[in-house]
T-cell receptor, first 114, second 113 residues
């Protein structure tokens, strides 16, 4: 039973399209995250939600909009996709927002914009 | 310069060798994480440290808060240890960095049989 699951795992789409990546965790955690991993494998936080409240919003284009309908779900919607959006997007969760908690990652979603 | 620097960036070893990966950081932290990413892409948390030393099987992680430095050691390395190892530091309590992880660039480890 996967703790943090995200779909789709692979997504190939054309520039200008709108796409969503869904994430769900069954660990009962309060805090969820979206991370972006670039082609050099460098990870960077995009957003964090704690109990459906946005708590971290890094310098991310407005085309990226996270939505948390409940604390078990955090979806990422991307409008007007650009070539530079191609990356691996990881969803993750932790017990709460304390940085010392173990982070549980999803398997990643490979987004390719052509 | 990144707030979190790892060394080396690439590491090749023969099976059985003792391996050390280093992580230095320049900011105040509440915790430091070591993560492992296998070629398939999934990321797994290995350790979370706020002080001292932790051991899990053949893996040992240490942290020196005063020197802002952590090391990950692998004893008796095995080809299945081949992966990317990532250091991440968690922001201190309060302020805009609270709850935020900042990542090193990763160390690519290849262990040959």
């Amino acid at each position: 039973d996967t703790a943090v699951s995200q779909t789709p795992k692979y997504l190939v789409t054309q520039m200008g399209n709108d796409k969503s990546i869904k994430c769900e965790q069954n660990l009962g955690h309060d805090t969820m995250y979206w991370y972006k991993q670039d082609s050099k494998k460098f990870l960077k936080i995009m957003f964090s939600y704690n109990n459906k409240e946005l708590i971290i919003n890094e310098t991310v284009p407005n085309r990226f909009s996270p939505k948390s309908p409940d604390k078990a779900h955090l979806n990422l919607h991307i409008n007007s996709l650009e070539l530079g959006d191609s990356a691996v997007y990881f969803c993750a969760s932790s017990l709460d927002r304390y940085s010392g908690n173990t982070i549980y990652f999803g398997e990643g979603s490979w987004l390719t914009v052509v | 310069k990144n707030e979190v620097e790892q060394s080396p960036q690439n590491l090749t070893a023969q099976e059985g060798e003792f391996i050390t990966i280093n992580c230095s950081y320049s900011v105040g932290i509440s915790a430091l994480h070591w993560l492992q990413q296998h070629p398939g892409g999934g990321i797994v948390s290995l350790f979370m440290l706020s002080s001292g030393k932790k051991k899990h099987g053949r893996l040992i992680a240490t942290i020196n808060i005063q020197e802002k430095h952590s090391s990950l050691h692998i004893t008796a390395s095995h080809p299945r240890d081949s992966a990317v190892y990532i250091c991440a530091v968690g922001g201190g309590s309060g302020g805009t960095s609270y709850g935020k992880l900042t990542f090193g660039q990763g160390t690519i480890l290849t262990v040959h049989p």
